[in-house]
């Protein structure tokens, strides 16, 4: 799988976003909708947005250079102990690179222009729970650090070695534990070990016409077990729930043993539900190995939608009054305006005269004949699920409520869009780093009569904090909300700039980045919704859930991993 | 005490952040220059300009609506609902009852701008303001700054108050400029004029009762109204921080009600920021001085009423010189809050319930507040009068002419060396300067062969009571424009005193008499809360420039020729201390049982008066009624008079002892 991906950036290696000899943006490869297409508004648009140019252009070191990285240092006695266990293990400077980082700006661009200065020393394979407990025991036994690494798309620092760690890191790679143990039918779960990556699992579970229905935006790469450990969010969590929803059962091992219960039950009352201290531990008391999680029959019928409002407050104000009705399709996204422009502009070429002209009519219908002002109005995409019968009810339902709040119906086209752009931005930013952009996306969770307020402020902020740091291009700063709940709402940042005339641009980026999450905490949101918080936003735990709340969390660790041999450093 | 002193210390560097700023400006005066706006108002014709295109300039967010519409919101606004149904619930009454209510109070609260009424004003207040004044100059660059603040973020007008002349001044101003007109929290005792009430609501006027301090309908209503019309940014929110026009030209201590309300929708992050904007409105005479003097004396100031108003248009015949309107930098107040704001509190409640400010919030309000006074003490334009009176008022009943002139050319440079800003019309002499100002104040002082005389005319032929009243009155509108420039002088004159009170050089001793006067005074003078160890070394740092004092690390001590100017700076606070001495004097010995305000200052005032006969003291200004009541509340905070809320306002008892002990350290 190593061989497939990038190892300076996001996503498979034959997918990317280049400009073609005519100047033209292309998406290359044929693993998405876009793969192949020309994207004729593309550059405009990146020249507009960023004020970068083609001719400003960086360049990543082509490979890996061996000599740069740290050197593996493992004590003898412990290589020893684990070749008689026979599990798979590496030594080799790009397996230990290639764990050494997940998907932060700053990673990347050490991946691109650096080196880290801690990676981990070896790599291990484990294939089953029983190795995942003998490498434990010879951690323990050698005084070694195990970094758990499932999918590596971590987005909050979580996988980076902390620089001051003396001992040998371990990196524990999931990969191989990834077999689906059984099915159980009449209880509609099934146990998986946590290594299993996103898509593969839906994949292996449509044969037998089933599905978790569990899909993170980062769901082609991401593992079960990183789910878990970062309390992970699907897209139809409105139909499926989210990871705390869908997981029945956890194994986990740890430095004082495992952990589980004694049954699969739907609930119990036991104390505190000791899911809820593995979930979100990101790694710091010990592996999933393995995990029950519900299945449901594959949905029968699918359809998109998109719904445009005259500007961003109607659009919140449907999606509340969607929430409070509870009929929330599977998925139902809001984006702001400069987002909606930024989908326009990955508008492929139209293949003929007839869709180009169907275009412009609605275009025409749209801005001259509602007077939807195009530089204000906002997009929402739907995605409905389920019997055919009911799904035509439920879109009927929602686009009567849209329609309350001004909203127009734009189509099942865009609506589709939008979903299969949730998987191509991430490729984006690597075209970006070659033209002096660089960018990040995060997000929070809000109550919904705070959602307006702090999108509009978090995003002033930004632009604020650019230009008073020098940044010398306005930036992209954008919004969108992405889930909704009975309370409140998760929202999704998205925020680029272009850093020519900037000395130190990851350090301007982090400062900036600080600025807007201090932003969202002022304005009554969230650390995070669901990417955790890593060594990235450790900074906010105790203002996030107060000091005696942080001091149970130290105690489980305290008593779980006493000589922190999971010692990532995360979260606490 | 070094422990104190170092906890002290302390506490001043962790407040310094906040007043640094401040700091720097002080040490940087970059001043911007005036114009003169009545230059163009006098070459054409004030009808055209009354009617002319008016747009202004409004803010980015803006969706223009109505001031009804606006009242509709207030009244339909989760905020004002939440209360009705409160009450509903707790009086058992029907909420469409107190609905009723809340609009009637809205309904007189509510201003009801209109552009026509705003052209009336336009024009008569030009003719009016051609004939009193001279020249009504303002900064430019303040306005163009002001205008960049109202498009970017709501805005916060934060004049002085001097004058009724105020928010008519600075409306009419925004309109010369085309910038948008404000909205303007004014006393309800408008109202009872007729038509200029109604008028001046169409001007941009509401209305806010004096006390409503136990009514919660009232209050949420009008901080609904307050805080609606800031979110949408509909307009510029103007206030007056003093709450009322000061009767003494001394800034008067803040009132924070109104901040907080307008600084709300920034706590709870409904705005991204608000700008608050000082502004120094200085007058080289004041419209009502007399009108002031007779009532810190005790003779009743008149209602508003419309034939009030009309019988005062004789004043319209004399001649008030020049006003100087100094628009300060706009203040984020975002920038203020940083670092400085606990979030947790906000975010926990639902932001439309009723929350009573943590006590971090009410010391960041009360801190911006003072921030804000000070920054308009700053900005404050002082004319060469201002310097005359001072001069004349430590040199009574009569003064050589050439002396005095001397004299004020002497102060006008320690003014500046004080960082006091002067206004020197033209490129004046002395004379003329000093000659002119004492044309403009016919009232108050004239020259009589070659010596200015204090105007108490009538002194020498009638009862020895009406001799001190006559007396005391020429005084107090002297007074009045000394005063203004008592805050800039403050901090090194204190030194001065606490120098002089010790007969010591230790500079411990001397600081801890500082910051004992500091706290006696803190209601005469405005002091940043909290720093006093600051205002001391500031207070050391001046005297040092001017060569008055030097110092070392364990002691102060005068210059051979600092002894002057530490006299002079003692002398001009000693009214202060005398009249402080007085009224302390009658609460330790006059006072046995409980008293109400209304009972304590007729009583002090027959003690003062009867020592002024006797000739037992010369410190008229200790009759001033705003002295009298400072130096009760400076005693309510020193502990030594306790305050009791009682049904019709409050109670005081003496602790005599304590009041004594204070009495003792003068």
Redesign the interface.
Known sequence: RQELLKWNGWGYNDSKFIFNKKGQAEFTGKRYRLGGMVLPTFKEWIEKTFGASLEHKTTSRASLNVNDVPPSIVNEEFLQDLRATKISYSQDAEDRVFRAHGHCLHEIFVLREGMFKRIPDIVVWPVCHEDVVKIVELACKHNICIIPFGGGTSVSSALECPEEEKRTIVSLDTSQMNRILWIDEKNLTACVEAGIVGQDLEKQLAESGFCTGHEPDSMEFSSLGGWVATRASGMKKNIYGNIEDLVIHIKMVTPRGIVEKNCQVPRMSTGPDIHHFIMGSEGTLGVVTEVTIKIRPVPEYQKYGSVVFPNFERGVACLREVAKQRCAPASIRLVDNAQFQFGHALKPQVASIFTSFLDGLKKFYITKFKGFDPNILCVATLLFEGDREKVLQHEKQVYDIATKFGGLAAGEDNGQRGYMLTFVIAYIRDLGLDYYVIGESFETSVPW??VL??C??VK??IVRECKERGVQFAPLSTCRVTQTYDAGACVYFYFAFNYRGISDPIHVYEQIERAAREEI????GSLSHHHGVGKLRKHWMK?SISDVGLGMLRSVKEYVDPNNIFGNKNLL | TVAKQTTEWLDTVSHSLFVCSQQKELTSKKRDEFEDILEERRLSSDLRYAMKCYTPVIYKGLSPCKPNAIKNAVLQSEQVQYVIKQLAKEMGESPDIIQEEATEILDEMGHSMQLGAVRFFAFTLSKIFKRLFQRVCVNEEGMQRLQHAIQEHPVVLLPSHRSYVDFLMLSYLLYTYDLALPVIAAGIDFLGMKIVGELLRRAGAFFMRRSFGGNRLYWAVFAEYVKTMLRSGYAPIEFFLEGTRSRTAKTLTPKFGLLSIVMEPFFK??V?DTYLVPISISYERILEESLYAYELLGVPKPKESTSGLLKARRILSDNFGTIHIYVGQPVSLRTLASGRIN??P??LV??HLPQKPSEDIQEFVSDVAYKMELLQIENMVLSPWVLVAAVLLQNLPAMDLELLIEKTLWLKGLTQTFGGFIEWPGNLCAKKAVVSGLTLHPNIARLVDGCVVLNDKGVEDGAVGEIVFKRALAVLLCATYRNQLLNVFVRPSLVAVALQMTRSFRKEEVYSCFSFLRDVFSDEFIFFPGISLKDFEEGCFLLTKCDAIQTSQQEIYPTDKGSVIVSFLSAMFRPFVEGYQLIFRYLSKETKEAFTEKQFIPGVRNFVFQLLEKGNTQCYEALSSDMQKNALAALVQLGAVKKKKVSNGFAYSVNQEAVNKILDMF
């Open positions: 009569d705070r307020d702090l509009r402020n002033e902020r905490l002022a304005n009554g203002e | 992050r409904e991204f979030r947790c906000y975010n639902p932001r």
